[in-house]
């Protein structure tokens, strides 16, 4: 069975992209996506959404 994590970002950085990406694929998860929610008076994301899956074994 695949599970899914989303985790938010709300101060957009490449640090703290970084981050979370070394935080969460150390523990397994596999990039899945990365969605940017982005202001219209800005250039600059106001959020991301990083989307992580990984297989789990079945529970019996």
């Not at 981050?19 to 990365?34: F, M, P, R, V, Y």
């Not at 990083?50 to 297989?55: H, N, Q």
């Amino acid at each position: 069975m695949t599970s899914y994590k989303v985790v938010e970002i709300s101060v957009v950085t490449d640090e703290t992209l970084e981050e979370a990406l070394n935080t969460w694929t150390a523990q397994g998860w596999q990039l899945d996506s990365i969605q940017f929610a982005m202001r219209e008076a800005s250039k600059r994301p106001a959020m991301a959404f990083i989307l992580f899956a990984r297989d789990e074994p079945e529970e019996v």
